[in-house]
Nanobody, 122 residues
Framework: QVQLVESGGGLVQAGGSLRLSCAAS???????MGWFRQAPGKEREFVAA????????YHADSVKGRFTISRDNVKNTVYLRMNSLKPEDTAVYYC????????????????WGQGTKVTVSS
């Protein structure tokens, strides 16, 4: 079993920054950690993913150049640095663990955190 705990969400003005953290614990984490988000009334969407072994990263087009995913293998923690935040980034952000074949497919992740809410005011 894998436990994922997100933190770092909050209220920020447009143009501001936040850093989300996802602490993982348990037996095995899978090869990838991903960040997804879900806005009210919308489907969950892929934000970014990182491979534990070599730190290879993937970012959704909507966040490229603004968000950066990173990991700390010693702390078993994954981060999402979010800069230049926009009101449309408002959502609950979830981290996930798994062995996805296609990293942006939420159903290919096995474990999920409880989510952390990010609100960006205009």
């Amino acid at each position: 079993q894998v436990q994922l705990v997100e933190s770092g969400g909050g209220l920020v003005q447009a143009g501001g920054s936040l850093r989300l953290s996802c602490a993982a614990s348990g037996r095995t984490f899978g090869s990838f950690m991903g960040w997804f988000r879900q806005a009210p009334g919308k489907e969950r969407e892929f934000v970014a993913a990182i491979r534990w072994s070599d730190g290879g990263t993937y970012h959704a087009d909507s966040v490229k150049g603004r968000f950066t995913i990173s990991r700390d293998n010693v702390k078993n923690t994954v981060y999402l640095r979010m800069n230049s935040l926009k009101p449309e980034d408002t959502a609950v952000y979830y981290c996930a663990s798994g062995n996805p074949v296609i990293v942006d497919r939420a159903y290919q992740y096995n474990y999920w955190g409880q989510g952390t809410k990010v609100t960006v005011s205009s």
